[in-house]
């Protein structure tokens, strides 16, 4: 069992910057893949960057790549989500998951454990 707590989101304007931030707590740390997904109002859950376990092997939806940023620190048991030039198109609630597999699943069913969420809302 793992516990997440998301924290960084907030309101932002079109081309601005947020660093979410998700700490992890209870089973070994490095035991998980880790990432995040997002949703929208009205739309489907869907992934925006993963972490494969000991926090290597960094993945984007094609939608970020370039603008965002996967990391993490084991030692903290942090995994951190660095949003630049942000669009309005990426307003969405976040959420960091952990993933028992060896490298972080795609599909939000896959998954074994989710945050409860950050809102995310940039401004045009």
């Known amino acids: 069992q793992v516990q997440l707590v998301e924290s960084g989101g907030g309101l932002v304007q079109t081309g601005g910057s947020l660093r979410l931030s998700c700490a992890a707590s209870?089973?070994?740390?490095?035991?998980?893949?880790m990432g995040w997904f997002r949703q929208a109002p009205g739309k489907e859950r869907e992934l925006v960057a993963g972490?494969?376990?000991?926090?290597?092997?960094?993945s984007y939806a094609d939608s970020v790549k370039g603008r965002f940023s996967i990391s993490g620190d084991n030692a903290k048991n942090m995994v951190y989500l660095q949003m630049n030039s942000l669009k309005p198109e990426d307003t969405a609630v976040y959420y960091c998951?952990?993933?028992?597999?060896?490298?972080?699943?795609?599909?939000?069913?896959?998954?074994?454990?989710w945050g409860q969420g950050t809102q995310v809302t940039v401004s045009s």
């Open positions: 972490l494969s376990r000991s926090l290597t092997n960094p």
């Open positions: 998951a952990a993933d028992m597999s060896r490298y972080f699943h795609t599909r939000p069913y896959e998954i074994d454990y």
């Open positions: 209870g089973r070994t740390f490095s035991s998980y893949s």
